[in-house]
């Protein structure tokens, strides 16, 4: 069920992030809470593990902070959201390949000539390309 739960999460957060550069918290929220929820009765992982994975969204909202958002803010929060779902390793995982997807397409883009070294991209795609490829168990 929590698969499924963050699958939907990151495609719904991928639909809109193409599509507006942005993330609305609120359904980030609901599914952060349906999680708690959900750890409750069906534990996957530790209390510790899930406040590490929770900690790496902590950590980017900062940076996007100590940026003057640079980063996305809303991406932090969707990792404290996947942090409750996922626990510390799986967020881990998921956030730096999803880092490594985002870096190379990024190059791409810039090597083409498609954007400059200002422009942002939607990263939250690379965050459900980096799910699915840990679903799939093509990802360690």
């Known amino acids: 069920m929590q698969k499924f739960m963050v ?3 990151l495609g719904l957060c991928t ?6 550069k942005e993330l609305t918290l609120i359904y980030i ?8 929820c959900l750890h409750l009765f069906y ?14 969204g902590v ?8 940026s003057r958002g640079k980063t996305g803010m ?14 510390g390793l799986g967020n881990l995982k998921l956030l730096f390949t ?11 883009l810039l090597s083409l000539g498609k954007k400059n070294g ?15 490829m840990m679903l799939t168990g093509r990802l360690i």
């Open 7 to 9: 699958l939907g999460l």
């Open 59 to 66: 950590s980017m909202m900062l940076v996007s902070w100590l």
């Open 29 to 36: 929220l609901l599914f952060g809470v349906c999680g708690v």
């Open 98 to 108: 999803g880092l490594i997807f985002a870096a190379v397409w990024s190059l791409m």
């Open 74 to 87: 809303g991406d932090g929060i969707l990792l404290v959201v996947t942090g409750v779902y996922l626990g």
């Open 43 to 56: 534990p996957e992982c530790s209390i510790y593990s899930i406040l590490w994975g929770m900690l790496l």
């Open 15 to 20: 639909w809109e992030d193409v599509k507006r």
């Open 118 to 132: 200002k422009e942002k991209i939607a990263f939250v795609p690379f965050l459900l390309i980096s799910y699915l």
